[in-house]
């Protein structure tokens, strides 16, 4: 019973990795303001679910390695020690997001978005000069020369 409440407890904390890491690629890729339908983001966060799952057995399995490791380093590797720890779960539910969304979205524009012409076009972007620089100290800033070229 106790091994059963221990492989438990460590299925839980693995868990607590798997919802921030589905939402952070949910929100980010693909996100829904470059045409992406529904069904291929719903199809992508099911399979960041499913990846993460089994990343989560994974980062268990892998957790008397990674553990030492992440204490052992001065800095942690990654943006804290537990990035490290539970870095298996959060490469499951990428490749997971991956392997399951990208197919629908090539079907989605092979299918639609090449004939109907709705593609993600980037925003368009001028040349906005900087101002020069202001302030006590700074020697003022001649023009003409960049107007020859």
């Not at 868990?15 to 952070?24: D, F, Q, R, S």
């Not at 339908?37 to 390695?65: H, M, Q, T, Y």
């Not at 997971?96 to 090539?106: K, S, Y």
């Not at 076009?121 to 202001?134: I, L, R």
Request: net charge negative.
């Amino acid at each position: 019973m106790v091994r059963r409440a221990a492989w438990i407890c460590l299925f839980a904390v693995a868990g607590c990795t798997l919802p921030e890491t589905v939402e952070n690629l949910e929100r980010e890729n693909p996100p829904a303001a470059l045409g992406r339908p529904g069904f291929v983001r719903v199809g992508a966060r099911a399979g960041a679910w499913i990846g993460g799952a089994v990343g989560g057995v994974a980062s268990i399995v892998l957790l008397p390695v990674t553990y030492p490791l992440s204490l052992l380093a001065e800095c942690p590797l990654g943006y804290s020690q537990a990035e490290f720890r539970w870095a298996p779960a959060s490469m499951g539910a990428a490749a997971g997001h991956w392997a399951i969304g990208a197919p629908l979205d090539v079907l989605h524009y092979v299918f639609y978005r090449a004939w109907t012409g709705d593609s993600c076009e980037p925003a368009a972007y001028e040349f906005v000069p900087m101002p020069p620089p202001v302030g006590p100290g700074v020697p003022p800033v001649d023009n003409t020369a960049a107007d020859k070229n």
